[in-house]
């Protein structure tokens, strides 16, 4: 009898909440985080995983091209928080990144829809579902060409080496400067994020069980 494999990807999900929104729905929260636009978003940690440190140079390197943004970042700090702020005071960004600190869930969508960019350049990724809440937001993702990050994506976010500053503000920049292909990146993120369901999860979650019971009850 043929065996399953050990290893069996189920791809997750973006709560409902995850859903494009006025500009007059997320102004209240905004303010509460002391967000003005624009703003580029990093949602997660600060482990050495998620890439801070690229990304802060990537994003030094956009400012020095002339570009006018913030960079948001939001989430937790952890113990890598003071490698980070150290690199801040280095690359003089300190009135250039505000940092909200944990985020309510409810408040998350909220800070996807403001931003002119979701950026997240993580080095290792199980499967990344800021990008996908993000795409759902309607909010266009410059991310990384490795670990579970494409094959998520598809077609819908820019993907770059996450090991490369330089391309990743070229990235940025891309995005920045063009409103057709942020329109573009809108409609594709929005389309992919409609591909991933807790409903679809929860069918493949049955399936397999069903699978190895019958296997089990065949040997």
């Not at 999900?13 to 007059?24: G, H, M, T, V």
């Not at 995983?49 to 913030?70: P, V, Y």
């Not at 409903?199 to 009850?217: C, D, F, G, N, P």
Request: include cysteine; proline fraction near 7%; charge should be neutral.
């Amino acid at each position: 009898m043929k065996r399953l494999s050990k290893t069996i990807v189920i791809p997750e999900a973006p709560s409902p909440i995850f859903r494009p929104l006025d500009r007059s729905e997320i102004a209240p929260t905004l303010r509460r985080y002391g967000i003005d636009f624009p703003y580029i978003l990093y949602v997660g940690s600060s482990e050495a995983r998620k890439n801070l440190a690229r990304l802060l140079d990537a994003f030094a390197r956009l400012l020095r091209g002339g570009s006018r943004t913030k960079l948001v970042i939001a989430g937790a700090h952890d113990r890598q928080a003071s490698q980070i702020a150290h690199t801040i005071v280095h690359l003089a960004l300190e009135h250039d990144v505000h940092f909200t600190g944990p985020v309510q869930d409810e408040d998350l969508p909220a800070l996807y829809c403001g931003a002119a960019l979701f950026v997240f350049p993580s080095l290792i990724e199980g499967f990344g579902l800021p990008v996908i809440e993000a795409m759902a937001c309607g909010t266009p993702v410059v991310t990384s060409k490795t670990a579970s990050l494409p094959e998520i994506t598809a077609d819908a976010a820019l993907l770059v080496d996450p090991r490369d500053p330089a391309a990743l503000a070229a990235a940025m920049r891309q995005v920045l400067d063009d409103p057709v292909l942020a329109h573009d990146l809108r409609l594709r993120g929005l389309a992919r994020a409609r591909e991933f369901s807790w409903e679809q999860t929860a069918r493949q979650m049955t399936s397999i069980y069903e699978k190895v019971l019958a296997q089990r009850s065949g040997w």
